[in-house]
């Protein structure tokens, strides 16, 4: 995940984590989870 902070100019990985979870309700690690089982509640 910190490549993909770095690529989109986040100071760090849980300062991206923490935009996410802003943006989406759930961390990146929970959107991953949920798009590789199929969940779309």
Same mark, same amino acid.
């Given at each position: 995940?910190?490549?993909?902070?770095?690529?989109?100019? !986040?100071? +760090? *990985?849980?300062?991206? =984590?923490?935009? !996410?979870? +802003? *943006?989406?309700?759930? =961390?990146?690690?929970?959107?991953?989870?949920?798009?590789?089982?199929?969940?779309?509640?």
């Amino acid at each position: 995940m910190g490549a993909i902070a770095a690529r989109w100019s !986040f100071t +760090s *990985a849980s300062h991206f =984590s923490q935009a !996410f979870r +802003s *943006a989406y309700g759930l =961390s990146p690690r929970q959107f991953r989870q949920e798009c590789a089982t199929g969940h779309t509640d």
